[in-house]
Nanobody, 119 residues
Framework: QVQLVESGGGLVQFGGSLRLSCAVS????????WGWYRQAPGNQRELVASISSGSRGLASYADFVKGRFIISRDNAKSTVYLQMNNLKPEDTAVYYC???????????WGQGTQVTVSS
């Protein structure tokens, strides 16, 4: 069974930075395409960034975070990261990591980590 534990969220000022971590327990980490998602109050969950499987995955980003966020993975630590820079109030949300292939399954999600950006 795969378990996801997100951490690193917090309260930051406009323009600040945070690094989120997603610690993954379970096998086949390296063979999985990973994504970071977020859900703001009253909104649906949206994909923020993704990184493809393998030791040197390729990253992709939603338009609203391009140039500000960086997704990465450490296969040795079975951890996915999201470096968030130049944070804006509209980035306020609960951030989740998940396998892209499981995103449509409600039971696949962890509890996420809260990111709050003050004005």
């Amino acid at each position: 069974q795969v378990q996801l534990v997100e951490s690193g969220g917090g309260l930051v000022q406009f323009g600040g930075s945070l690094r989120l971590s997603c610690a993954v327990s379970g096998r086949f980490f390296i063979s999985v395409d990973w994504g970071w998602y977020r859900q703001a109050p009253g909104n649906q969950r949206e994909l923020v960034a993704s990184i493809s499987s393998g030791s040197r995955g390729l990253a992709s980003y939603a338009d609203f975070v391009k140039g500000r966020f960086i997704i990465s993975r450490d296969n040795a630590k079975s951890t996915v990261y999201l470096q968030m820079n130049n944070l804006k109030p509209e980035d306020t949300a609960v951030y989740y990591c998940n396998q892209l292939r499981l995103a449509t399954y409600p039971e696949s999600w962890g509890q996420g980590t809260q990111v709050t950006v003050s004005s």
